[in-house]
């Protein structure tokens, strides 16, 4: 009867469990959090004061223009309140594809990651085929690129223009006007530092990393060796 230790008990193969089971849960929890990036812009006033701003009927998505907030890939968030991207008025904003791909490319490590990882699970109970290890190998190689470039948003038009938020436009235009036209806030210019869920990407990439190098060097095992009871070379020992 073939030595079921061979492979699940090996060493590469618990650390690569470890660490994708670590990777895939902070990923999922890294996408599902409305602060990924918190977005700083920088504003010229002129005569416009915050007050005019927080008595505005529509305070709180007109504060996302001028306020630093974080950015999920589902929601914003400010002070501590998540909100959707479209307003009330169904005014919502223009992502570009920098954005919209690294919403794609979190989605996708969650599927390919987590696909890797409980592939290696329910494999566990018995042999662990060369033709799994492989598949699964490529997963994680692809899951540590895809959480890179995740990061893809910092690059991405919420992030580097100062206009993005003009689509409310006709909403402080109305709002700001207070018994005389005052002078609009501008916008000079924005950016965005990592929060809670880039970091948290940053973590797991490196766990995907490792999660793919210790299952790249776990023995591999043809499906006839299985059958006759084949033990890799090293770990002979263990019959």
């Not at 701003?53 to 907030?69: P, Q, S, V």
Request: with cysteine; proline share 3%.
């Amino acid at each position: 009867m073939p030595n079921h230790d061979v492979t699940v008990r090996n060493p590469k193969f618990i650390l690569a469990l470890l660490f994708s089971i670590s990777a895939w849960g902070l990923s999922l929890v890294s996408t599902s959090l409305c602060k990924y990036v918190n977005r700083s812009p920088v504003i010229d006033w002129g005569n416009v004061t915050n007050a005019t701003i927080i008595t505005a009927e529509e305070n709180d998505h007109l504060k996302l223009a001028f306020n630093d907030h974080d950015i999920g890939f589902w929601q914003w968030q400010l002070e501590e309140k998540s909100q959707s991207y479209c307003n009330s008025h169904e005014a919502c904003p223009n992502f570009d594809n920098k954005f919209r791909s690294a919403k794609v490319f979190s989605v996708l490590v969650i599927i390919l990651g987590g696909i890797g990882f409980f592939g290696l699970v329910f494999h566990s109970c018995g042999y662990v085929t060369a033709k799994l290890l492989n598949m699964t190998t490529f997963f994680f190689a692809l899951s540590t690129l895809f959480a890179g470039l995740t990061l893809l948003v910092l690059r991405s038009n919420v992030c580097t223009d100062p206009s993005f938020f003009d689509y409310l436009r006709h909403f402080y235009d109305i709002y700001f006007y207070e018994g005389f036209l005052v002078d609009r806030p501008t916008v000079e210019s924005v950016s965005c530092s990592l929060s809670t869920g880039s970091t948290l990407t940053i973590v797991a990439t490196v766990f995907w990393f490792f999660a793919f190098i210790f299952t790249a060097g776990v023995p591999r095992m043809a499906k006839e060796d299985i059958e006759e009871g084949w033990v890799p070379r090293g770990q002979r020992g263990l019959r």
